[in-house]
C-alpha cells in the first residue's frame, strides 16, 4: 500500500458519501478507512451504514464497530 492511500477514506470522502443515506464498503486490501473518524460519523448519524472485511490492525476489529446496528462485519475471505 502506497503511503498516500493509508488511511485516506477520513471525514472529508466519509460526508461526500451521501451523509444518513450513504454507505461505504471496504472489500480492498490495507487500511484504507480511519477507523476512528468512520466509528464517529456512524455513531453521529453522518453515515448510513458500513461493510468491512479489512480491518487497520488485523486481525483485530475495532472494539468500537461492534454492537452497532449499522455495520456488517465479515470474516476476512483468503
Known sequence: ???????????????ALGGPNGIIINVGQGPLIDVIQLVFALFEGWLG??????????????????????????????
Open 1 to 15: 500500500m502506497k503511503p498516500t492511500t493509508l488511511l485516506s477514506v477520513n471525514c472529508e470522502v466519509i460526508d
Open 49 to 78: 451504514g458500513a461493510g468491512l472485511d479489512v480491518f487497520e490492525n488485523e486481525p483485530e476489529v475495532p472494539e468500537q464497530l461492534f454492537g452497532l446496528e449499522n455495520v456488517v462485519l465479515l470474516p476476512r475471505g483468503e
